[in-house]
């Protein structure tokens, strides 16, 4: 295999990963402002923090690569962001908005979780030990995220009782905790 061709895809794989995470630094204090449970706002606001050191650790790789932080735009973050505003819009403040947000988040996750697993395998193939950490670590915060994002979910669930069968509001509530400042996707004609 061509290790210049595999340290090009992975350097430019980190600058997707780089705009997913600036994405969220964004996005997560809109999240934790609109969450009702302070439970959860506290997880979000925690995910937050390490989602400025995961920043840091790819701006380390990409000084350990001897590469420039190009500006790539993530379209699948800001898809899954998109997603997240139209489903937690669609709520009232509660424990049903809070459930979606935490679904939203998860899903969000699991896409990092992927992506850094496939920046670990090239890291590991192009024998780049020191990225290997950096990337590795991200990826066990991702995943340890979603399990605790996935307890407190249980929680809320538990507390909620029959408040859960409520239904969306009427036309949703962007104003409630959405980012109305991301654009909907175009529809394909």
């Known amino acids: 295999m061509d290790k210049s061709g595999l340290k090009e895809l992975f350097v ?3 600058r997707y990963l780089y705009d997913a995470e ?5 996005a997560l204090p809109k999240m934790a402002e609109a969450a009702d449970s302070e439970e959860l706002a506290a997880a979000i606001r925690q ?5 400025r ?6 701006e380390e ?3 350990i690569t001897q590469s420039s932080v190009k500006g790539f735009l993530c379209n699948g973050m800001k898809g899954l962001l998109q997603d997240h505003d139209e489903g937690i819009g669609a709520y009232r403040a509660g424990p049903l908005r809070d459930l979606a947000m935490i679904a939203s988040a998860a899903k969000a996750g699991h896409y ?3 992506a850094y697993g496939c920046a670990v395998a090239m890291a590991e193939r192009l024998e780049m030990e ?3 950490d950096l990337v590795k670590r991200s990826e066990e915060e991702e995943s340890a995220a979603n399990g605790a994002l996935t307890e407190i979910a249980k929680r809320i669930l538990a507390r ?3 408040d859960v069968e409520q239904g969306p509001d009427e036309g949703g509530d962007d104003e409630d905790g959405g980012f109305g400042d991301i654009p909907a996707p175009v529809q394909a004609s």
């Open 112 to 114: 990092q979780v992927a």
């Open 47 to 51: 995910l937050l923090e390490e989602t």
């Open 160 to 162: 909620a009782g029959d």
């Open 130 to 132: 020191d990225v290997v």
């Open 22 to 26: 600036q994405q969220l630094v964004v």
């Open 12 to 14: 430019e794989h980190i």
């Open 53 to 58: 050191t995961q920043l840091s650790r790819l």
């Open 61 to 63: 790789v990409f000084r």
